[in-house]
């Protein structure tokens, strides 16, 4: 392959550097193209073809389903490591010895304690409100309680940062999901695990003795594995592009929470649930729901299915698909949506329509069938996507202060009036 790539413009020609990756990725680097063209330049909504960055945590290749954070595959870090060891390997790079892991696991709890006045703050949203806002709004809430802003260049500075937003967030989980029920807050035992812990504070009852069930700690650990980074995604290019603008580590990833919600990207789990919760009061009838997909005039579409990325297999959504029949067998649960599920995907998978837009379930189409099992509430999932997000989000924050990334501003092509004089109100 060449070196550079040329590009011809009113019979002038002019030459690019074409970069790659460590993983034999191609780029054509346009950086110098507006300058060296008088003003040319690309056009690529929803950035289908457009790299934002150069980034070193995660690799993933559509289309023969591969996911690697740091070089580590998915499926080994899923059967082999914890979540903790994921967030300290995708923030700094490399997995843990067990005195990093072992501190990195004692200083996030001497974090775990957030400031009463958070409340206040829990206790004015109204009961109805949707969790994801109340999350979003409380982890920006968090830089009025922890002022002083990360210093990236300082390893200990961002170290800090890191444990404590690790140690606060399922806490502002828990306590969401508890003010929705009208439960009391737990505050947490800090002799528990990470996910122990969480689990706690969200399912404790002050009038009986909370019991860990290990089928819910193990299913819920390698959920947030899963979901814990995932290249450039809307949420992470949220969180980046926010924090270009040297805005602080919790307002980023405020934004990048309100990002995740929305339906086309995390917040497709909850809608997955309802779709096939609609689809199981219709009497089960799936092959209605799959006409609706592909019936053009109509807005629905199969949640869970289709990525951006994936035209194969999301490897999340096997291992998660292989986790809801284990976590449902365990825990001795029948439950029929998740042979609709099933049934569905089976269908869909031999679908011409689906077949040739490459369509598959992604990590949203099995993963609240875990949850209900669980017995989170539906409005809570995409929270625990969030949860699970927050090492990828926080690393690639770091990555794109560290190198010193210009702050995000893309061009656009203005398609609007040419210019024009004003017309008085009386004239018009
Ligand atoms: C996540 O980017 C990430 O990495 C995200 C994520 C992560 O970890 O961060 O993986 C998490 O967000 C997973 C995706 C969750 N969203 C959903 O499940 C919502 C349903 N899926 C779709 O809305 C859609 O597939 C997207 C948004 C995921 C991807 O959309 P694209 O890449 O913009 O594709 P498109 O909308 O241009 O669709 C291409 C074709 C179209 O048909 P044609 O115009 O070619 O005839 O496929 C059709 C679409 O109509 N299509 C679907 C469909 N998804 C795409 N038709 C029916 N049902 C669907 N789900």
């Keep these: 392959m060449t070196d550079t790539a040329t590009i011809e413009i009113d019979n002038k020609k002019y030459e690019f550097p074409i970069v790659k990756g460590t993983e034999n990725e191609v780029a054509i680097d346009i950086s110098k193209l507006r300058a060296s063209t008088g003003g040319v330049i690309t056009l690529d909504s929803g950035y289908k073809n457009t790299g934002s960055c150069e980034s070193a945590i995660t690799f993933l290749d559509g289309e023969k389903g591969v996911l690697r954070y740091r070089g580590y595959s998915i499926e080994e870090l899923a059967e082999k490591a914890d979540f903790l060891e994921v967030a300290y390997l995708l923030i700094f790079g490399e997995l843990p010895t067990k005195e990093q892991n072992d501190k990195f696991h004692d200083d996030i709890k001497a ?42 260049d300082s390893e200990e500075d961002m170290y800090k940062s890191v444990v404590r937003i690790l140690g606060k967030m399922p806490v502002l989980v828990a306590w969401t999901m508890r003010k929705k029920q009208g439960q009391p807050l737990d505050y947490g035992d800090n002799s528990l695990g990470y996910v122990e812990n969480l689990l706690k504070m969200m399912f404790s009852r002050p009038n009986s003795c909370y019991v860990q069930n290990p089928v819910l700690v193990d299913a819920l650990d390698k959920l947030l594995i899963l ?32 990002a995740l919600w929305g339906p086309l990207h995390g917040g497709a ?22 006409a609706k ?15 951006r990325v994936y035209k194969n297999f999301d490897p999340r959504a ?56 669980m017995g989170i509430p539906i409005e809570m999932f995409t929270v625990m996507f969030a949860i699970g997000r927050l090492p990828g989000w926080i690393a690639q924050w770091r990555e794109m202060r560290l190198r010193k990334e210009p702050i995000g501003r893309p061009r656009q092509l203005y398609i609007g009036e040419t210019s024009r004089d004003f017309i008085p109100i009386n004239k018009r």
């Design 318 to 373: 096997k291992i998660i698909k292989k986790a809801a029949d284990q976590v449902l067998h365990d825990l001795g649960v029948e439950d029929p949506i998740l042979e609709i599920a099933k049934g569905l995907e089976k269908e869909a998978l031999e679908d011409q329509y689906f077949v040739d837009r490459k369509l598959y379930p992604n990590v949203d189409f099995y993963s609240g069938i875990i949850y209900r099992a």
């Design 227 to 258: 979901h814990a980074d995932h290249e450039q995604n809307c949420s992470t290019s949220t969180v980046r592009i926010t924090g270009s603008s040297h805005a602080g580590l919790f307002a980023s990833l405020s934004a990048g929470i309100s």
């Design 269 to 290: 789990n909850q809608a997955v649930l309802e779709m096939l919760e609609a689809i199981q009061e219709d009497g089960g009838d799936t092959k209605k729901y799959m």
């Design 293 to 307: 997909a592909k019936d053009k005039s109509d807005p629905f579409r199969l949640m869970g299915f289709g990525h």
């Design 111 to 152: 974090e775990s304690a957030v400031d009463e006045d958070i409340k206040k703050i829990l206790d004015a949203f109204p009961k109805a409100a949707h969790p994801m806002g109340v999350i979003s709004s409380l982890t920006s809430a968090l830089t009025a309680f922890n002022p002083s802003s990360v210093n990236v």
